[in-house]
């Protein structure tokens, strides 16, 4: 009977029922009640008790509770537990994915709950920012939100975290230049390894140029510019965003200056493809001065990035 009304949403029903508190599985389902009825703070209060004492309903009871935080917008609390349940050494695996899931909920509600306060620009903690770096399952909204907030604090106090995400293969390469560039900014004067595309670099921000000061981004430029600009400023826009694009993607890798003009061939080609504008390969290859061998190596490899 309980378990038919809590499934007809007659919460209230259920809950007169539900009497026996030292029944585990009443204490639960005590809580779905509350929480289905929205008395977050009763849940919240029932919670902790039934938390404290749960055995086999404990990560049932653990979601439901930290959902009761999550709409009393007790946001610190909540993260705090959840980070908590996923630094232990064994989660049932279909928990782990639920906790990973609401941990990036519930940092974007918190940005979303501080939005248009001072507080603004610091809705992360410190820890916040670094769990959203050390994550295996990452969310790229949370991630380059977290970055955004980097560049009004002092960088070093992630410097662990940042290591390690330069060295994971696995991170996104675009976010690894945007920290690179914090530390560029920051003066950081410290050795790292960073690995891109299975390829280790060697890297100290104190000496590394920032992406786009580079000699490679304003001669491809000025090529694409020379091609295009005149006679369609609005493709250039576009190709001089993905020039940007792949040049934070592929950093700090060296590209020779042989191969300036067939990358500019190449990106005029695939952006002009993508806007349907007819182009041959072989106006290409007269335009940028190059041969179409090149521009079709470039063109397999920038393909290759979504974007």
Do not use: W
């Not at 630094?87 to 899931?101: C, H």
């Not at 004067?189 to 595309?197: G, S, V």
């Amino acid at each position: 009977m309980i378990e038919e009304y809590i499934a007809n949403n007659q919460f209230q029903d259920a809950l007169d029922l539900l009497t026996d508190l030292d029944d585990e599985t009443v204490r639960y389902q005590r809580l779905v009640c509350l929480y289905g009825l929205g008395e977050y703070h009763r849940a919240k209060a029932e919670g902790m008790l039934a938390k404290a004492k749960a055995s086999n309903t404990y990560y049932d009871v653990i979601s439901i509770y930290i959902a009761s935080l999550k709409e009393l917008e007790e946001f610190e609390e909540a993260i705090d537990i959840v980070v908590e349940e996923l630094s232990m050494p064994y989660i049932p695996y279909e928990y782990e994915t639920v906790f990973n899931a609401a941990h990036d909920e519930l940092l974007l509600a918190k940005r979303e709950a501080n939005e248009g306060m001072e507080r603004h620009n610091n809705a992360f903690s410190l820890e916040d920012m670094e769990n959203i770096l050390m994550k295996d399952i990452l969310n790229e909204d949370l991630l380059y939100m977290a970055i955004e907030q980097m560049e009004g604090i002092n960088i070093r106090r992630l410097l662990p975290a940042i290591r390690i995400f330069l060295k994971d293969s696995s991170k996104p390469s675009f976010a690894k230049s945007l920290l690179i560039e914090l530390m560029i900014d920051q003066e950081i004067d410290e050795d790292m390894i960073l690995i891109k595309n299975g390829i280790e670099y060697d890297i100290n921000p104190s000496y590394a140029p920032l992406v786009l000061n580079q000699e490679v981004g304003g001669t491809i430029l000025a090529l694409l510019s020379e091609g295009i600009e005149d006679e369609n400023p609005s493709l250039f826009c576009l190709c001089e965003q993905f020039l940007n694009y792949y040049l934070y993607l592929i950093y700090p890798k060296y590209i020779n200056e042989y191969d300036y003009r067939s990358l500019a061939a190449a990106i005029h080609y695939h952006l002009a493809s993508m806007q349907y504008i007819d182009l041959e390969i072989d106006d290409i290859e007269m335009l940028y001065n190059c041969d179409e061998e090149e521009i079709l190596e470039k063109l397999n490899e920038i393909k290759q990035i979504e974007y």
